[in-house]
């Protein structure tokens, strides 16, 4: 059975850093198309970073701080995030596309079926 797990969220000042895990199990998260999602009170789910086996794409307004990476032994996916600002503040979820229904750059939620428990992250000083 698919599982996503998502950690590495909390609280943290304005202009620090986080780092998020997603380790998966009952899918090779290497064959599929990964990607990272966030949600704010209030506001959609909106995508951040993805990573296939050749390339990584994200938002506009992440690209610069965020880096999204791969570690295909532990099977496990990471989204680095630098220099946070409060607008950072949402649930972050990691979703994988199992039905190959995404298209570049695999930013839409809408494409993903497969879903995480989500993190908190918190950017306040």
């Known amino acids: 059975q698919l599982q996503l797990v998502e950690s590495g969220g909390g609280l943290v000042q304005p202009g620090g850093s986080l780092r998020l895990s997603c380790a998966a199990s009952g899918v090779t998260l290497d064959y599929y198309i990964i990607a990272w999602f966030r949600q704010a009170p209030g506001k959609e789910r909106e995508g951040v970073a993805s990573?296939?086996?050749?390339?990584?794409y994200y938002t506009d307004s992440m690209r610069g701080r965020f880096t999204i990476s791969g570690d295909k032994a532990k099977n496990t996916v990471y989204l680095q995030m630098n220099d946070l600002k409060p607008e950072d503040t949402a649930v972050y979820y990691c979703a994988t596309d199992i039905n190959g229904s995404a298209w570049p750059p695999f930013l839409d939620p809408t494409d993903y079926g497969s879903w995480g428990q989500g993190t908190q992250v918190t950017v306040s000083s």
């Open positions: 990573l296939s086996n050749t390339d990584e």
